[in-house]
């Protein structure tokens, strides 16, 4: 059985994107009231509490966008001094990120992910739902602060959507090439967008390894990460490129990750509800710590049961009550 020792929290659900794949309309979405979100002080008990003695000691802190959350830094001092923690890293669209990546690092962060669908700004700000204003600018300055901090690994993220940006795979791909930069292809995954989901299908992660061979060739990599990433390496690139293939090539098998949602909702899976315990209740009412560990662990052992069971021949069926974005990816 998988070691599940890996918790991703979600730190708010609002994002400064409108990313179409991500989030529906806006008069379709309801937001968290500030009230029902974790606290950092709630955050910070939960692990201590529950999940560092259930052996948790990675930890990514994700959002819909994080670097909204006004206490990152601190909550990200807070975990970093933990003596449990021994990986913590965040996910972020990296707008905000150029005057807070030196505050993040300093706090003691060192593994950041940042969303990147294209490097076309055009193509960037029509994915992203700019309502007229570029953003594509000022996330690149952003990446480029992370970088020059000292970020490392720094990863982007590509949500590979065919007919928008898979034309761009070979010049994202081409990054890695002389920069120790990770890049990761993500297959196209229908959570709360059903309608770009049904018009446009996913491009399996085998088709852009291909791609991607034929122009440069393509060779293992020995860098491995804690997701469920195939990593491979254009030869005698300073970088690598990684797979996560969902939708193709079902790794529910090496998943050994929870996702705790904003307001305080335990999921053992991305696309089965079932099984989620509300935490955050729990613990404003007289906590039982010993019970909550209790009724956790017990999710976690039936986590290997609970993963993508819709899953037939390449496609997922059912209804996702939450969006990407109010799960926290």
């Known amino acids: 059985m998988q070691t599940i020792d890996y918790l991703r929290i979600s730190l708010i659900d609002r994002c400064n994107f409108r990313c179409q794949y991500c989030m529906p309309s806006e008069d379709e979405l309801t937001y968290l009231l500030q009230e029902n979100l974790l606290t950092k002080e709630e955050i910070i008990t939960l692990l201590q509490k529950v999940f560092i003695p259930l052996g948790f000691n990675k930890f990514r802190l994700t959002g819909g966008e994080p670097l909204l959350r006004p206490d990152l830094v601190e909550i990200v001092e807070a975990i970093t001094a933990l003596p449990e923690t021994q990986d913590l890293a965040l996910s972020t669209n990296a707008f905000l990120l150029e005057k807070l990546a030196k505050p993040l690092y300093d706090a003691g962060l060192r593994r950041i992910n940042i969303s990147l669908d294209s490097l076309n700004p055009e193509n960037f700000d029509s994915i992203i739902g700019n309502n007229g204003r570029s953003r594509w600018q000022q996330t690149w ?81 020995s860098v491995k990460g804690n997701g469920p990433a195939d990593v491979f390496q254009i030869p005698e690139a300073k970088g690598t490129l990684g797979f996560i293939s969902q939708m193709s090539e079902c790794f529910c098998d090496r998943c050994n990750r929870m996702r705790l949602s904003a307001d305080g909702w335990l999921r053992p899976c991305l696309l089965n509800e079932t099984g989620q315990m509300d935490l955050k209740t729990h613990l404003r009412q007289s906590p039982n710590f010993r019970q909550m560990r209790e009724q956790v662990a017990q999710l976690i052992a039936l986590k290997p049961e609970i993963n993508f069971k819709e899953r037939e021949n390449g496609t997922l069926t059912g209804t996702y009550n939450r969006t990407m974005s109010q799960i926290g990816g």
Do not use: C, Y
Request: charged fraction near 25%; aromatic fraction near 10%; glycine fraction near 6%.
């Open 141 to 221: 300055k952003g990446i480029l602060a992370a970088h020059s901090v000292g970020f490392n690994p720094l990863k982007l993220n590509v949500v590979v959507i065919p007919g928008v940006n898979d034309q761009e795979v070979l010049d994202l791909a081409a990054l890695t090439r002389d920069r120790n930069w990770h890049v990761r292809f993500i297959e196209f995954m229908p959570i709360g967008n059903s309608d770009w989901f049904h018009d446009r299908a996913w491009i399996p992660s085998e088709e852009l390894r291909q791609q991607i061979r034929q122009k440069w060739g393509l060779e293992a990599s």
